[in-house]
């Protein structure tokens, strides 16, 4: 299927160049990385952009780093970067976890974190862990920097806060000072290039404090605060994990369609939440806790 | 139309894109190497890998404009003179049926075994899941690549 609508591309090498491109072209404009999203929807003519920007050639973007306390994930840090980064598996291991999942490897080396929640597709994998991580959005623009906190971001399906000549320049995550462990599980039909049918993200520390987020069964992602209210203090026991699990019904909301019924998700959601809290609990007592990737559907 | 220009198969290679040519059509059409294969053209089924500056991407996905200056292996390129052990064990394991998947399959394999001399079927499996086959069940596939780990233990 060749894109049929045809657009300029410009590669620009320094950001000042990059922003003005953005506020000059303004919604003409699309922000090109590792474009296995973007790709598409110019083939599937859902974008006619008058100009593709591509960020590659801005080395700034390409970084992992620690910085103040924050980890730091630019724009252009791709999947296989997270995966081969000792940093992101020694110490956000749910973050390793979810980028593992992502597709397969030949999707990972082009797809970048920062693309993946700017498509903002409900069934993003990316997007659980970063809400338990209470990660911050970095904009950039010509009128200067902005941070949004990742609960605000998320708007509707494929719609975010960024502005039309706002780059995202990274993803910011605080460090967590307390000793802490987490799990990212997803349920798919089969390992390889599936979509989440859903997926959830947990964050539990020693003084039993919980972040919870469900994903691909609501608009945008879940945090569900009742249930980390509900289990703050408590150890993950037979009889907490089902009471949390019966409060799932009122936080979510998913839908049925080709991947798996609203009914099905609503079941697994249960399943996996007390499955991911048993696993989680495990890690945080220094357990080798199995990898969730659920098989069903 | 903007002018491109790649290092193909250790060739340098220039052709005339219009910035929505796919890398894909540019290689199959403008550039004349067919094993890259156009299977789904959404990035789910793997026959269009290629090797860009070492790493398998998908070749239907990624802009021809894009990749100004950039190495570019295929099948073309791994097979040189003569086949790889790779491709010599696929023969000897009657790994393939129709053969469409194959060139996707023996690149993303190349980069495994490049990046992993070693690696255990769990791996295998992981590295060629966006590697679609609808003839074999992949069983001979797997066997294929675990008999070369095992030769180059020899």
Redesign the interface.
């Known amino acids: ?9 410009r ?1 620009p090498q320094t950001l000042d160049e990059m922003l003005g491109l953005l506020s000059d072209y303004q919604d003409g404009a699309v922000i ?1 990385a590792g ?2 999203d973007l ?2 929807e ?2 599937e003519d859902l974008r006619r952009p008058d100009l ?1 920007i ?1 960020i ?1 050639g801005l080395a700034e973007f390409k970084r992992i780093e620690v910085i103040d306390g924050t980890l730091q994930i630019g724009a252009l840090v791709t999947f ?1 970067d997270l995966l081969a980064s000792e940093l992101i598996k020694s110490q956000f291991y749910p973050l390793w976890e979810s980028a593992a999942s992502v ?5 990972r ?2 797809a970048t974190m920062v693309g993946n929640i700017c498509s903002a597709v409900p069934c993003m994998d990316s997007a659980p862990v970063l809400m338990c991580y209470d990660a911050q959005i970095a904009l950039t623009s010509k009128a200067g920097e902005k941070i949004v906190p990742i609960a605000e971001w998320f708007i509707a399906p494929r719609k975010t806060l960024r502005k039309a000549d706002e780059l995202v320049a990274g993803i910011r995550i605080p460090i967590i000072a307390i000793e802490h462990a987490g799990v990212f599980v997803k349920l798919g039909r089969y ?3 599936d979509l989440a049918q859903a997926n959830l993200a947990i964050l539990m520390s020693a003084d039993l404090e919980y972040r919870i987020c469900f994903g691909s069964v609501a608009p945008v992602p879940v945090r569900a605060v009742p249930i980390e209210e509900f289990l703050r203090g408590k150890k993950p026991e037979v009889n907490v994990l089902d009471q949390a699990a019966a409060m799932v019904e009122t936080l979510i909301s998913p839908i049925t369609d080709v991947r798996a019924s609203r009914e099905y998700r609503m079941h697994i959601c249960k399943v996996m939440l007390k499955r991911g809290l048993a696993v989680t609990h495990e890690r945080l007592a220094g357990k080798n806790a199995e990898h969730l990737f659920i098989l069903g559907g | 139309m903007r002018q491109v220009t790649i290092t193909l198969n250790g060739e340098s290679r220039s052709c005339l894109v219009k910035p929505n040519e796919t890398l894909l059509d540019v290689l199959r059409d403008k550039l004349g190497v067919k094993s890259p294969k156009c299977g789904c053209d959404h990035g789910d089924c793997g026959s269009c890998a290629v090797l860009l500056n070492g790493k398998s991407v998908r070749s239907c996905l990624i802009f021809a404009i894009e990749c100004e200056g950039m190495e570019i292996r295929t099948l073309e390129g791994v097979s040189g003179d003569k086949l790889s052990a790779l491709q010599e064990a696929f023969i000897e394991f009657n790994s393939f049926q129709c053969g469409y998947c194959a060139p996707g399959v023996i690149i993303t394999a190349t980069e495994l075994l490049e990046t992993n001399p070693h690696p255990s079927l769990d791996e295998i499996k992981e590295a060629l899941s966006g590697n679609l086959c609808r003839c074999t069940g992949y069983t001979p596939i797997f066997d294929a690549i675990m008999a070369v780990t095992k030769k180059e233990d020899e």
């Open positions: 299927m060749p894109v049929t609508h045809d657009f300029e591309y590669r090109l474009g296995t790709a598409l110019l083939k593709v591509d590659k296989s597709a397969s490897v030949g999707i080396n082009r390992k390889g290039e």
